[in-house]
Structure formats: C-alpha cells, structure tokens
C-alpha cells in the first residue's frame, strides 16, 4: 500500500526566508499530489494540486515540484510570513488516480519575526 | 454558500452509547468522505462514497457505519463507541469528476469516549 512520509514534524524558520517542505511517497506513482494548510482547530484547506505530467506548479509565493523518478514533491514558501505558520500536509490518491485521498503526518512551520 | 457543515462540534459520549455525526455540502460535489484524525497519526480515511448511492471503505473502517442520505449529506455512525474512537472526525467533499480532486472540508467534530 502507498505510504507517505514527510520528513520534518517541525520546521523553524525565519521571516523573509523560503521554507521548503518535503513529501517522499513509496509505491505507486500518483496521477497527482496534492498540498493542504492545517491551523489548530481547523479542517485542512487545499492549496495547490499538481499532475504526474506537471514539473512545477505556482501560485502566488508558492511553488510546487513533483519528481516522480525520486518519488518525491517538495513544497516552497518564497518571503515566508508569520501568518504562514501552520502545518502543511501532502496527499496522495488513495489508489493511484482515483479521489480519495491518503495524507502524511504533516509538518508544522514556525515563522519568526 | 457555507460549504462542508459538521454537527455536533463537540460530542462526549461514554462507552458503548451511539450516535452519529453529520455532514452537509451546498457545493453539488459528487464525492464525500470522513476522516479521522488523531496526534502522531494524522488523518485516516474511514469511508468515502465517490458518488451517490456508493460508499466504501477506507484505512480505518471498523467501528463505523456511513450513509450517503442524498447527494449533499454523508453520515457516519458509532454503533457502539469505544474509547479508541475518541478523535476529531473531518467530513470533505470534492467534485469528484476527472480533474476536480481538490477537498473541502468541515471544521470538524470533536468526539471523547470515557
């Protein structure tokens, strides 16, 4: 079965710098990988979605890779603000093209001022 | 549009009572789901229904039953709750349709079993 790991629980970083965040899968390639933000006593709220066939994916200081050879997206945040300090979690299509979706543990960003 | 609605918020059973959360969507999506989600573990899928009149299971299924009532409500009962339930339980819902796979979801219920 597919397994998801993203490689931080926590990761601490300044104002103004990128925050890259990591997300390894182990099985199948995934037709898409998708990122969602986590703030405490929230749902997640999606972010960004992108295809197999996709290399990279922006939307305004947000970028997005997915690198299917090493099974592996990553997840920036260029000019990062405290506002973004949240937990960021990556999902996956449960099986390998359909809607529901498997998620990893997540990692908590802490922005500092 | 108020989007994915979850009631109750807050729920503390004791062992062995039932009851059953709720779920609504005013987005017309086809697909709903209920996930759990618990500290260290993340969230786990426990049911999905990719369309009306269909569920299926998920990660984490036992213990619960769910009921796609009509397309916008998705309900999940606990027959008889047990302690390892106590969680915070999320409804989403996504078109479905080939392309639209971003989720939406609830704020969730808060559920404790003593």
């Known amino acids: 079965s597919q397994k998801i790991e993203q490689n931080s629980e926590a990761l601490n970083i300044q104002e103004g710098k990128t925050a890259t965040l990591t997300c390894n899968y182990t099985?199948?390639?995934?037709?898409?990988l998708q990122w969602y933000r986590q703030d405490p006593g929230r749902g997640p709220v999606f972010l960004l979605l992108?295809?197999?066939?996709?290399k990279e994916k922006r939307k305004e200081r947000l970028k997005v890779t997915f690198d299917t050879t090493l099974k592996q997206s990553l997840f920036h945040i260029t000019a990062s603000q405290p506002a973004d300090s949240a937990t960021y979690l990556c999902?996956?299509?449960?099986?390998?093209?359909?809607?529901?979706?498997?998620f990893g543990k997540g990692t908590t960003l802490s922005v500092s001022s | 549009n108020a989007g994915v609605t979850q009631t109750p918020k807050f729920q503390v059973l004791k062992t062995g009572q039932s009851m059953t959360l709720q779920c609504a969507q005013d987005m017309n999506h086809n697909s709903m789901y209920w996930y759990r989600q618990d500290p260290g573990m993340g969230l786990r899928l426990i049911y999905y229904?990719?369309?009306?009149?269909?569920?299926d299971k998920g990660e984490v299924p036992n213990g619960y039953n769910v009921s796609r009532l009509n397309k916008r409500e998705f309900s999940l009962r606990l027959e008889s709750a047990a302690p390892s339930q106590t969680s915070v339980y999320f409804c989403?819902?996504?078109?479905?349709?080939?392309?639209?796979?971003?989720?939406?979801f609830g704020p969730g219920t808060r559920l404790t079993v003593t």
């Open positions: 999902a996956l299509p449960e099986n390998q093209a359909g809607t529901a979706l498997i």
């Open positions: 992108i295809r197999e066939n996709e």
């Open positions: 229904s990719a369309s009306e009149g269909t569920t």
């Open positions: 989403a819902s996504s078109g479905g349709q080939k392309g639209n796979y971003e989720q939406y």
């Open positions: 099985n199948y390639s995934p037709a898409y």
